[in-house]
Every structure is written in structure tokens, then in C-alpha cells.
């Protein structure tokens, strides 16, 4: 009796320990309309994903969750997930490669730009590959992105827990975002 009991415990449990695994295929296809397949992004204002660092995209998911981060959509949308959810797709689009954006930019802007990213290389590099994983990439990510996440950073009444970057990024002259966002989105290593 008491093995049947046993027996019975166990398999009424083993729906719950497989439950537990995130469906990270189905979580991808809804990170799939904004993001595009892979991560890859068709729109100018939505980021490329895919081959960002794991760290990066765990930081920046869980800090939406928990609302140290300001965001419009990404907050509500990652309020719903696990912290098992979140580690699962910051682990899948960290395996996928990165693919610059295929965009035009204004060749006075990027070479511009050059001179504009003084403060930004110390942390993203001269072209976009930073040194460390809790520093996103920005070599050919979308300008149009770039350069509304400066100015996310730029305006004190928006939550963004980087304090380096919100500094740096108040520097920057208004001419120097657009251009400094160019140069790294022309980038392709």
C-alpha cells in the first residue's frame, strides 16, 4: 500500500518539476514580433538582440521587471515572466549571432561621430565591441535606437540605473548623439 502511495506521489509530482522548465520556444515567438527572428530587428527604433551578452540581457530584462529601469512596454511585458523565464531567453539570445543592421546613415554623420564617442569607448569601445559582458554592443545596432537611449539617459526624469552612462551621455553636445549613434551603427565588427 504504501508503495502504490509512494508511486502515485511521484507521478503527481512529476508534472509540476517538468512545468518548472520555461518554454522558451514560445516565450522567443512573442519576443519575435518586436525583435525579430533570432533577435535580428527589422525596425529602426526596436534593437537587435540576438548575440548580446547573457549578462547584459539579464540585467537589463530583470531591471524592467522590477521597474529600476524605465521602459514603455518591456516592464509590463517582463512583470508576467519568471526569473526563470528571463534567464532562459537571456541565454537563448545570447547564443544567437549578431547581425548588424542593414540601414543607411549620412556619411558626414558618421564621420562626425568619430570625434563624438570619446566618452562613449571607454565602456563600448571605438567600434561598439565592448570589453565587458554588462556593456551591451552597439556595432551596427540601429542609430535610431542609439539615439533614443541617450536621450532616455539624458532626461533626468526617467528611471536609468546606469550612472556612468546617464554622465556621459549629458555631456555629449544635441548635435553629438545622433552622430555618435551613427558611428556605431555603421560599424560591422
Not at 522558451?24 to 530587428?41: D, E, I, M, R, T
Not at 547581425?99 to 561598439?128: E, F
Not at 536609468?160 to 551603427?185: F, G, I, Q, S
Amino acid at each position: 500500500m504504501k508503495r502504490a502511495l509512494l508511486f502515485c506521489a511521484a507521478l503527481s509530482a512529476a508534472p509540476l518539476i517538468h512545468a518548472a522548465e520555461p518554454d522558451v520556444a514560445g516565450l522567443v515567438k512573442s519576443c519575435n514580433n518586436c525583435h525579430g527572428v533570432n533577435g535580428v530587428s527589422v525596425g529602426h527604433s526596436m534593437p537587435s538582440i540576438g548575440g548580446l551578452s547573457e549578462t547584459y540581457l539579464l540585467n537589463i530584462m530583470t531591471q524592467w521587471k522590477t521597474g529600476e529601469r524605465f521602459s514603455a512596454v518591456m516592464g509590463r511585458l517582463l512583470k508576467g515572466y519568471t526569473d526563470q523565464e528571463i534567464a532562459a531567453l537571456a541565454t537563448h539570445y545570447s547564443k544567437q549571432p549578431w547581425v548588424p543592421a542593414a540601414q543607411t546613415l549620412d556619411v558626414k554623420l558618421v564621420a562626425q561621430g568619430k570625434d563624438a564617442i570619446d566618452r562613449c569607448s571607454s565602456c563600448h569601445g571605438d567600434t561598439g565591441v565592448p570589453d565587458e559582458d554588462d556593456t551591451p554592443r552597439l556595432t551596427g545596432q540601429w542609430a535610431q535606437y542609439m539615439e533614443l537611449e541617450l536621450a532616455k539617459y539624458r532626461d533626468d526624469a526617467l528611471k536609468m540605473p546606469h550612472k556612468k552612462m546617464r554622465t556621459n551621455a549629458k555631456k555629449l553636445d544635441e548635435a553629438d548623439v545622433a552622430a555618435a549613434a551613427a558611428h556605431y551603427a555603421s560599424q560591422k565588427k
